[in-house]
């Protein structure tokens, strides 16, 4: 499951894949934890396509989307389609297997926009001492700013849905769940400010986001699905 952080950890950031048949085109360390452990960006297809991003990690104990990124990571993208994965944007958390940063903080409430003030160290929704206060927040929103997405997808776990959406990007959302089996269905009770994807779609202009929110545990053979439902979804995209 952690293959993604293996690869990551034995090339060089920056430049062309050395193996001629190596479908990632560029590698980058795109910033680093409170730890000082990288924040890796890989790119399958050309620059110039559409732009897509996938998150495989936030929180570091919902490590289920590195089964997915591992099988992107193999594949070549759709042409037309730029493709940028991240396995995990919390490698301090993924290291620990617990869900906040180094920092005890809960990345995914720590977001700029939306963001308040929420519980302290120890309280599992810590949002942080203010908005992106924490570098890997910092260095995804810079990344994201860079590469202008026009859809990004963020995986979680365990609750076993994706929230329905409304326009092309409720298209997106009810596409992927038929392709993966993952039902359509509202996300409610929870405290949602400082959200990564709700600040993707509401500051990058021309930005769609969704959170696939995975079951317990996932099956290599239902990661592979996952990974096909991702290049179908970034071809609707493109085609659109």
């Not at 493709?83 to 995990?88: D, M, R």
């Not at 993924?94 to 519980?119: E, H, K, S």
């Not at 995975?214 to 053979?221: H, Q, R, T």
Request: aromatic residues 6%; charged residues 20%; contains cysteine.
């Amino acid at each position: 499951m952690l293959a993604a952080l293996c690869i990551a950890a034995l090339v060089v950031s920056g430049g062309p894949a050395s193996a001629s048949n190596d479908p990632v085109l560029e590698r980058r360390v795109i910033g680093s934890s409170v730890e000082g452990r990288p924040l890796e960006a890989f790119r399958m297809g050309a620059k110039g396509g559409v732009v897509i991003v996938v998150v495989g990690v936030i929180h570091g104990n919902e490590a289920a989307g590195l089964q997915i990124t591992d099988e992107l990571l193999r594949m070549s993208a759709p042409r037309g389609v730029e493709l940028w994965v991240i396995p995990t944007m919390n490698p301090d958390g993924t290291a620990l297997d617990r869900r906040g940063n180094a920092n005890q903080v809960d990345l995914n409430r720590n977001f700029p926009y939306a963001w308040a003030p929420m519980g302290k160290p120890g309280y599992w929704q810590f949002a942080g001492p203010k908005r992106a206060s924490e570098p890997e927040t910092k260095a995804i929103v810079k990344f994201m700013r860079e590469i202008k997405p026009e859809l990004g997808i963020w995986y979680h776990q365990d609750l076993n849905m994706i929230s329905p959406g409304t326009g092309f990007e409720g298209k997106l959302r009810e596409k992927y769940s038929q392709l993966t089996g993952i039902p359509i269905k509202r996300i409610t009770g929870g405290t949602y400010t400082g959200v990564a994807a709700t600040w993707q779609r509401s500051t990058l202009s021309g930005s769609g986001a969704f959170v696939v929110e995975l079951g317990e545990s996932l099956s290599k053979d239902s990661a592979l699905v996952h990974a096909q439902a991702v290049h179908i979804v970034a071809m609707m995209v493109r085609d659109r």
